[in-house]
């Protein structure tokens, strides 16, 4: 069943068959917490800040910038500007998605690349972090991207273990494509492509507090490359 079925009405209080497979009876007085949001631009409060979120310019020419693109619904696009190895990155204020047993975790988002092989980029769970591009995040659980080629790879790491996976998708220059995942308590991460499931990752699962992070940098010279976010959801049982 793809992930898009866990966003039903009341799914997560546990009104649909997915969730009562998952949890038995008791799913129905399940609670839960997270977030659905198509990005505002009364959120935007300047280039370098989004409200509820912290956000970093992570090189030293400080061009990387937040920009609300004019399209349905809100898109925001993370661009890097003019210069190569310049980007930004946004993390939700506090950590406060914990991996446990019997409190899985479900997220999705749609985004589109402007050059997808001219990008490094980041979307999913870590540790609160300045720079999730020079070193991986200690623990996370994240879809990635590469400059040099278009792979979408996803990885799940704790306490500094865990490598990149190529998924054998590619993502298309400005095509949007939805990236999801499950965490199945403690026992495995499943990745989804569009609502396709892919091979679970059984190993490296983090149980340390993480923040939503988003983020990305240039990969050339020519710059003015983005990650442009649509929309995410993220919801944990309590």
């Known amino acids: 069943m793809g992930i898009n079925a866990n966003w039903q009405s009341g799914a997560l209080l546990g009104v649909d068959g997915f969730c009562r497979t998952l949890f038995g009876p008791a799913a129905f007085a399940r609670k839960a917490y997270g977030a659905f949001e198509h990005f505002a631009p009364s959120r935007l409060a300047s280039t370098t800040a989004y409200d509820g979120w912290t956000v970093t310019q992570i090189t030293a020419t400080s061009s990387g910038t937040l920009v609300m693109a004019d399209a349905a619904g809100g898109w925001l696009n993370l661009t890097g500007g003019t210069h190569d190895g310049a980007g930004i990155q946004m993390q939700t204020d ?52 590469d400059d040099g080629d278009a792979n979408i790879d996803f990885q799940v790491r704790s306490g500094g273990t865990g490598d990149k996976a190529d998924t ?35 190993s490296n699962i983090p149980t340390t507090e993480m923040t939503l992070s988003f983020g990305m940098l240039n990969g050339s010279t020519t710059g003015n490359n983005t990650l442009g976010i649509d929309w995410y959801r993220i919801v944990q049982l309590a």
């Open 94 to 145: 506090g950590e406060i998605y914990l991996p446990a047993a019997n409190k899985d975790i479900w997220f999705e988002a749609s985004i589109k690349l402007a050059d997808a092989d001219d990008i490094d980029w980041f979307l999913g769970l870590a540790v609160t972090d300045t720079n999730v591009f020079s070193t991986d995040p200690t623990s996370l659980i994240a879809f990635r991207g």
């Open 168 to 202: 054998e998708s590619d993502a298309s220059n400005a095509t949007a494509v939805r990236l999801g995942f499950h965490v199945l308590g403690v026992t495995s991460v499943t990745p989804y492509i569009n609502g396709t499931a892919l091979t679970a990752v059984t």
